[in-house]
């Protein structure tokens, strides 16, 4: 028994969740196509990661070596009198770089671009040029545009460009390929190769910034970001593993010395934050420089001596004046020098976000779908049924966060727990369809003949003793008529009990067709009918039964091929109120009739008393 469940029932509700599945999967691409609402998922699928990344953020550490010189509101107040007004003649940096040399930094990053000399002080632009060629771990800045004068664009120096073999294949940075480049001033270039660029990535629907550069593509060369250029460096000079060349390979990675970093389509890492706003050491820009005067004069520094020892520093505007903010999961006003080293720092741990690929979403999306319509079609109750689906549901959210928080890796929600709402509607839907018409097929089971597809005996004695209410209630009568076939046990002797099966199926199709559809006619039992004639007298009854009687005889009943036979019927009728007031005498007055047409030579209604004339068929 329960396989034949498991065979039919379970296994035909599982072909239609299929179905189902299919036709979600086919109308959610069809929808990306047509109406673009694919963004609309994307939207919410980014606020989701936004939420889980910043719940992540506060369990991780960042690197205590990373620290920023902050440019800040403070620094440009304090500064105002030594230095005038933003921006600063350029020989204040010359002299935070010889101060933080002095105190043996690890390297130097400026995300800062001088970009042209500042007309006057040509003299500290060449100032900072020569202190910046002195040392091999200063970097500076530029970045990429799109203007439309290619004609003329820079060519830039060949040291800036990197070696970068790229077996992806669908990366090939169509996103990051630029026709124009913002040149620093000249002697920069010709200083140094420690040289960056920080053109940067929002995601277009939210221009939320969650990921970073690695390479920009100029005049067929490559050009890698600031931060992705100190990090290759230092994998180089402090732990000795080759980065002169970036590898891509087959999987999307990118292979840095001995680190793997998963890359999007775009061929950028999607960020690992850290901590919060403001997540690493910030030293306000103000003290590197009065500390760097001290130590001119001879005076103690501001900053406790050795600080910057080893240490990666950046030295960024965090000002909300300078404009360089950022939109992050993390803060709507993020500093742009923060992005810098959370990118630098998700390169040294070898720890970026991986996000899995569009067919391993729609995967999942199957499996908690698929789980969701186990749910609603093996379990009975509603309410359970429901509860277990909101449980998966809770589940995989909570998986999902898991899985960024302690793997990196970022699997949808929004897709997913959209596909599990609407796989339980539709299999609610399909459940209660098919339970309606499990009911009803139960219900005919219960009240209709097998053989005859007529009403059983249970359900006429049901119906009877209803139309008996309706009557009495509407004062109203209705008669009832007893059939039996005729010399039918010599159908079975003669011809097998198929034969007899099949004129008992034949004569309750024919007495169905042959009343009103408000009538009811059902199988008694044996080779004996009955039909029900709603707001049928005495008078019409016997017409009706004379008629079914004439009908029966004069058409032939095929039996098998090439085998015809004559079937005949008696009848008997009683009318309610007039021939009995309870179902045991109507049935009993009934069966007197067909007794009496059965002795007065069958095929014919049966006398009865207050009926002068009752038609013979023969």
């Given at each position: ?199 940067f990535r929002r995601d277009p629907i939210d221009k939320i910034s969650r990921r970073s550069p690695t390479f920009f593509k100029y005049q067929d060369d490559y050009y890698p970001y600031l931060a992705l250029k100190v990090a290759a460096d230092y994998i180089k000079h402090h732990e000795n593993i080759g980065a002169d060349e970036f590898i891509i390979n087959e999987k999307d990675e990118l292979i840095v010395g001995n680190r793997t970093l998963p ?318 007031k309870t179902s045991t005498e109507l049935i009993e007055f009934a069966d007197k009739g067909l007794y009496n047409a059965k002795e007065n030579g069958r095929n014919q209604v049966g006398p009865m008393p207050g009926i002068s004339k009752v038609t013979n068929v023969n």
């Amino acid at each position: 028994m329960i396989k034949n469940i498991w065979d039919k029932k379970t296994v035909r509700q599982i072909v239609y969740f299929m179905l189902t599945a299919f036709t979600i999967v086919f109308l959610w691409h069809t929808g990306q196509k047509i109406f673009n609402f694919g963004h609309l998922l994307e939207a919410y699928e980014l606020k989701t990661f936004d939420l889980r990344a910043t719940m992540a953020a506060k369990n991780r550490e960042h690197n205590p070596d990373i620290v920023i010189v902050s440019i800040d509101d403070n620094s440009l107040e304090v500064l105002q009198d030594d230095l005038g007004r933003w921006p600063w003649s350029r020989d204040v940096y010359a002299r935070a770089i010889e101060y933080m040399q002095y105190d043996n930094v690890g390297s130097i990053a400026f995300d800062l671009m001088f970009v042209g000399y500042q007309k006057g002080f040509e003299h500290k632009d060449r100032e900072l040029a020569k202190t910046m060629a002195k040392y091999d771990n200063v970097y500076t800045s530029m970045n990429f545009d799109y203007r439309d004068n290619t004609e003329t664009a820079p060519v830039l120096p060949d040291n800036l460009s990197v070696k970068l073999k790229n077996n992806s294949k669908k990366i090939d940075f169509s996103e990051f390929s630029f026709t124009y480049t913002r040149l620093i001033f000249q002697e920069i270039i010709d200083a140094t190769e420690k040289i960056g660029f920080i053109n940067f990535r929002r995601d277009p629907i939210d221009k939320i910034s969650r990921r970073s550069p690695t390479f920009f593509k100029y005049q067929d060369d490559y050009y890698p970001y600031l931060a992705l250029k100190v990090a290759a460096d230092y994998i180089k000079h402090h732990e000795n593993i080759g980065a002169d060349e970036f590898i891509i390979n087959e999987k999307d990675e990118l292979i840095v010395g001995n680190r793997t970093l998963p890359l999007d389509e775009t061929g950028s890492i999607i960020i690992n934050w850290y901590g919060a706003h403001y997540t690493y050491d910030h030293i306000p820009f103000w003290r590197v420089y009065k500390s760097a005067l001290n130590i001119e004069k001879g005076e103690p520094p501001l900053i406790p001596k050795d600080y910057f020892k080893d240490k990666t520093v950046f030295v960024g505007a965090t000002a909300v004046a300078l404009y360089d903010i950022k939109s992050t999961p993390l803060s709507s006003v993020y500093p742009g020098v923060e992005l810098q080293t959370t990118i630098l720092n998700n390169i040294l741990d070898n720890k970026v976000i991986k996000r899995v690929s569009t067919t391993t979403d729609l995967i999942i999306s199957l499996l908690l779908g698929f789980l969701v319509a186990l749910v609603v079609i093996k379990i009975r109750e509603p309410i359970v049924s429901s509860l277990g689906c909101v449980f998966i549901v809770l589940a995989y959210i909570f998986l999902a966060s898991y899985m960024l928080d302690n793997y990196l890796i970022w699997v949808g929600i929004i897709a997913q727990v959209a596909f599990m709402v609407i796989t339980f509607t539709v299999m609610y839907i399909i459940k209660y369809v098919l339970k309606a018409k499990d009911f009803e097929y139960t219900y005919k089971l219960a009240t209709t003949d097998g053989l005859t597809g007529l009403y059983n005996h249970r359900y006429f004695q049901e119906k009877l003793r209803e139309y008996m209410k309706k009557a009495d209630k509407d004062r109203e009568t209705f008669s009832l008529v007893l059939i039996d076939i005729d010399f039918f046990k010599k159908f079975n002797d003669t011809y097998g009990h198929q034969a007899g099966d099949e004129v008992l199926r034949q004569v309750g199709q024919r007495l169905k067709r042959a009343v009103k559809p408000a009538d009811l006619v059902a199988r008694y039992g044996g080779e004996e009918m009955v039909i029900i004639l709603a707001d049928a007298d005495t008078e019409n009854a016997v017409a009706i039964s004379n008629r079914i009687c004439k009908t029966i005889s004069e058409n032939r009943f095929k039996l098998a091929e090439g085998l015809e036979v004559n079937v005949t019927i008696s009848l008997g009728i009683a009318t309610y109120q007039i021939h009995g007031k309870t179902s045991t005498e109507l049935i009993e007055f009934a069966d007197k009739g067909l007794y009496n047409a059965k002795e007065n030579g069958r095929n014919q209604v049966g006398p009865m008393p207050g009926i002068s004339k009752v038609t013979n068929v023969n």
